[in-house]
């Protein structure tokens, strides 16, 4: 995801990307088991490419929501 978040409220912009959050999250989680102990690393460096900062906070959010079960 690249292109720019369009202006609004937080809450318009969590509920447009809201959705790819999840899915994001999802495919980061799957990776935990096969790449064990460097996945926490991996993972950082993945969220680190997401843009714009608001959407990498959303995946972050969600990647903790669905760890914790």
């Not at 720019?4 to 088991?33: C, I, K, N, T």
């Not at 843009?51 to 760890?67: G, I, K, N």
């Amino acid at each position: 995801m690249s292109e720019p978040l369009p202006r609004g409220s937080r809450a318009d912009l969590h509920r447009q990307y809201q959705a790819q959050a999840v899915q994001q999250a999802e495919r980061l989680l799957a990776r935990r088991d096969e790449l064990q102990g460097a996945w926490l690393a991996w993972v950082a460096g993945q969220i680190y490419q997401l843009s714009p900062p608001p959407f990498a906070a959303m995946v972050r959010r969600e990647l903790q929501r669905l760890s914790q079960g």
